[in-house]
């Protein structure tokens, strides 16, 4: 491969590595193979309990997909992708000359780097009409797939609280505290070597809370705390602050599989693309999603909770379902709204790509 070419695939590349990931666990790695650039996955690299079917890995595989095919438009290639059933390659991109990027697809593209997760406190203010309509645009939504946006101040109070659960349940419950932890990155050498695991800055805590924070973090205190109701009160709190939102999103799919999760994936990045280049804030507050699909699916991971914490999970879930119109499986939830930049931007580590011959 000529240099000019390898610099180019080196581009779409970096662009997929913008994608999110589930504690910025980047779960990928790259094959190119002539004009064919091979996405593989690393489920081993995602949360052991929350990752049911590998669908946190898909998903962010998915985002990185749509990363990439932007790119690569933008630097003329017409991408062709074709999603593998089974392996570690799940998906392959080919690149063809004479692509170009769709018109409204330019401020998408001009977004790639500027979006990030932002977990500050976002303002009170609705979704402007022309806001919404480009966040729901068809052309966004993968077919099978389902985006709810919950609006009405009453049912974003319900599913704000909702969501919240996943903290309720996750500061009672030892295996899921000790892996909350483990994955937090407290200083900022392990952020700028683009380490997995959300750094301590990004979580945006006021000065009380990041006290409380790094008290919490030993499972005795937390054990402690736990019988006199702090989960409960850090559930409320929390939901109150994710409420001021504009919006919540659920993206729902009608057959979770595994092309299913790569478009939530797309789904997904587009509609923060959007966000970003309409100067809006996005979060992800999934955990509860993936934590009551767990459970109801995965054995192993029911048997980690007791019967009040799988009741209490199964009704949030329901919560959220019914909020989003019952419109399949609530796979995806985020919120969206103007709030100030985050205080500090998640870096990535070097991208793993292998150039193969053939
Ligand atoms: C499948 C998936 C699940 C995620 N779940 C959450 C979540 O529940 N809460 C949250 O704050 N961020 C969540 N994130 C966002 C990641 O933590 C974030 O993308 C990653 O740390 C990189 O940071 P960036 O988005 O600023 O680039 C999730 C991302 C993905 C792809």
Partial sequence: MDVARKGEFEKIIAAATAAPSGDNSQPWSFIVRGNVIEFHYRPELDHPVLNYEEGGTLIALGAALENAALEARALGFKPSIAYQEGGPCVA????????SLDAADVPLHAALEKRHSNRKAYKKAPLAAEHRAAI?????????LALSLVEDPGAMAKVSRALTTMEETALGNQRLHELFFADILWSDEDNAKGKTGLHIKTLELPPPARAMFRLIKHWPVAKFLGRIGFPTKVAETNAAQNASAAAFGVISAARPDRAAYLDVGRTLERVWLVATARGLALQIVTGLTFLARAIEHDPSVAALFDDEERARVRHAYATIREAAG?????????RIGESDPPTLITARRASEVRFASG
Avoid at 136 to 144: M, S, V
Avoid at 326 to 334: H, K, V, W
Wanted: proline content about 8%.
């Fill in 326 to 334: 019952g419109a399949g499986e609530p796979i995806l939830a985020f």
């Fill in 92 to 99: 392959k991109m080919m690149l063809i000359a004479g692509g």
């Fill in 136 to 144: 729901i645009d068809p052309r966004h939504i993968a077919d099978g």
